[in-house]
């Protein structure tokens, strides 16, 4: 029995030094001067190279068989139009279906259908913002009478948010700094960093029927430029 309790002291004496070696390995230094917490924000600017346009029809007919037909139609139409323009049909993406009754609504009178409204709306993609002008007056001449956007995106940012993240850890950096100067003090090491925000999408445009302005002239889409930026926390001990 002495022969068994004797190896298994030996270990239990070679693990607690194992394990309190462990703690040791994690045990996180206080601070011993004082803390300064830092927000910063790096900004870059892209030229958008995506442009998202809701378009469709909307159809009104005696019967809800006529106003779906119709529309239907209609619908065929935009999307050959589409793929003659040559956007791929993973960029086309349908956003809404409906079909809704109308009625007159006279005074002291029970409401009277008048017919019924179908509408067919679908989220393209444009990958030539350069063409998206004139795919649309396209799409008007082929029946689409709704239209919404454009909303401009950058297809792939995270090279110009990696961009936007260095810019903001490197003004962290020279603002804590500034404080320690100011304070007669130095930066003696970071505490903590932590990343918050991204880049915001302009609204779109209200929607609106294109069709006059089809006739008059060609439509243009201007991209213009994109800000995109990111903000950091940073926490500094100064000495």
């Known amino acids: 029995m002495k022969n068994v309790i004797l190896p298994l002291l030996a270990a239990a004496a070679l693990t607690v030094p194992a394990a309190a070696s462990a703690q040791a390995a994690v045990q996180v230094q206080p601070i011993s001067g004082t803390r300064l917490d830092i927000s910063a924000t790096g900004e870059v600017t892209r030229v958008p190279d995506v442009a998202i346009i809701s378009t469709g029809v909307v159809t009104r007919a005696a019967t809800a068989s006529a106003a779906i037909q119709q529309n239907a139609n209609r619908m065929e139409r935009v999307r050959a139009s589409l793929r003659r323009a040559g956007i791929a049909d993973k960029d086309i993406q349908t956003s809404s279906l409906s079909l809704n009754p ?3 609504y006279e005074q002291n009178q029970a409401p009277k259908l008048t017919g019924y409204q179908a509408s067919n709306q679908v989220s ?19 029946g689409a009478n709704q239209i919404s956007g454009p909303s401009l995106t950058i297809d792939k940012p995270e090279a110009a948010l990696d961009e936007a993240r260095l810019k903001a850890i490197a003004a962290g950096r020279a603002r804590a700094e500034l404080y320690a100067r100011g304070l007669g003090m130095r930066v003696t090491r970071l505490l903590s960093v932590s990343e ?17 302005m089809a006739s008059d002239a060609s439509t243009k889409i201007d991209a213009g430029e994109q800000k995109l930026s990111v903000s950091v926390s940073m926490s500094f001990e100064l000495q």
């Open 102 to 104: 109308e009625y007159v």
């Open 124 to 142: 393209v993609r444009f990958r030539d913002i350069g063409e998206t002008g004139k795919i649309l007056d396209a799409l008007v001449a082929e």
């Open 196 to 212: 918050s925000g991204g880049y915001a999408v302009p609204p779109p445009m209200p929607m609106y029927a294109r069709a006059e």
